[in-house]
């Protein structure tokens, strides 16, 4: 019973730590001229839009740049999480960080 204590306490510390370094990491995606940075928690922190985007004069096409950008790169930053929580020997917990 001790042992399983203990280990419960080590993954909780892991999760914890995994938790914080996901909230510090920054994942990039694209699409075109449009890149969209997220923290390793799918959180969007940052979106870039080159001037040239800008110029074409079709909102459309803007928005579905900028939203190709924004799910790449969320699904960078699940698997980045993912192989994360492999590497230190957790359960890939997927959304529930």
Known sequence: MKQMMAQAQ?????????QE??????I???AGPVRA????????VGLSI???AMEAGDPGM?????LAAVRNAVDESR?????RMRELGLPDAGALL
């Open 10 to 18: 080590k993954m909780q510390q892991g999760i914890v730590r995994l």
């Open 21 to 26: 370094e996901l909230a510090e990491a920054r």
């Open 28 to 30: 990039e995606g694209g």
């Open 37 to 44: 940075t997220v923290n390793g928690s799918g959180e969007l």
């Open 50 to 52: 080159s001037p040239e």
């Open 62 to 66: 803007l928005e579905d740049m900028i």
């Open 79 to 83: 698997k980045y999480s993912s192989s």
